[in-house]
T-cell receptor, first 118, second 113 residues
Framework: EAGVTQFPSHSVIEKGQTVTLRCDPI?????LYWYRRVMGKEIKFLLHFVKESKQDESGMPNNRFLAERTGGTYSTLKVQPAELEDSGVYFCASSQALLRDRVLYEQYFGPGTRLTVT | AQSVAQPEDQVNVAEGNPLTVKCTYS??????LFWYVQYPNRGLQFLLK??????LVKGSYGFEAEFNKSQTSFHLKKPSALVSDSALYFCAVKGGATNKLIFGTGTLLAVQP
């Protein structure tokens, strides 16, 4: 079974430019999550999709960030325009569910995209 | 609000010795707890989880974690450390009624040969 994949693995862009990150979840996982780790701090939640719908986007920092999941398969996270503080590692995760019928499902994480804004 | 604390930025242990990576949590309601590990240049890998039941949870690679409700702790343990266990370890808690995970800041485990 293929794991969660993310593209690109690294991206270096200048302040003001646009970057689009892509995540392909594990096949059959309806739940897709975006997280990021900035400056070696804690990993912070950005948003959660259930299929193509945004279930929770409380962690999105501002309107420069736009996430989509058209068709409920892969997802993209666009940063436009990028700022210096956006630098960090962006993780995508997927799960079948999280808590259902007293079964707790773990989230499977991708390798991350390291974004550097100069 | 849900939160997780990992009080140690780094833990050093000699190969063959037991290791403990500490985690404390604050939740409203039942705690659903996880440990993940990140090896260099890799993504987060799931180690183990706690939902209810036995306070000692066994996971991957010989790791286990002890849930202590009175101390609100969920420390990660291994009886005998390997050099290959050297990595960044994250404790996480399910975020209340939502499905998001709330992570600690991570603890770097360094196992010396």
């Amino acid at each position: 079974e293929a794991g969660v994949t993310q593209f690109p693995s690294h991206s270096v862009i200048e302040k003001g430019q646009t970057v689009t990150l892509r995540c392909d979840p594990i096949s059959g996982h309806d739940n897709l999550y975006w997280y990021r780790r900035v400056m070696g701090k804690e990993i912070k939640f950005l948003l959660h999709f259930v299929k193509e719908s945004k279930q929770d986007e409380s962690g999105m920092p501002n309107n420069r960030f736009l996430a989509e999941r058209t068709g409920g398969t892969y997802s993209t996270l666009k940063v436009q325009p990028a700022e210096l503080e956006d630098s960090g590692v962006y993780f995508c995760a997927s799960s079948q569910a999280l808590l259902r019928d007293r079964v707790l499902y773990e989230q499977y994480f991708g390798p991350g995209t390291r974004l550097t804004v100069t | 609000a849900q939160s997780v604390a990992q009080p140690e930025d780094q833990v050093n242990v000699a190969e063959g010795n037991p290791l403990t990576v500490k985690c404390t949590y604050s939740v409203s309601g039942n705690p659903y707890l996880f440990w993940y590990v990140q090896y260099p240049n890799r993504g987060l890998q799931f180690l183990l989880k706690y939902i209810t039941g036995d306070n000692l949870v066994k996971g991957s690679y010989g790791f286990e974690a002890e849930f202590n409700k009175s101390q609100t702790s969920f420390h990660l343990k291994k009886p005998s450390a390997l050099v290959s266990d050297s990595a960044l370890y994250f404790c996480a808690v399910k975020g209340g009624a939502t499905n998001k995970l709330i992570f600690g800041t991570g603890t770097l485990l360094a196992v010396q040969p």
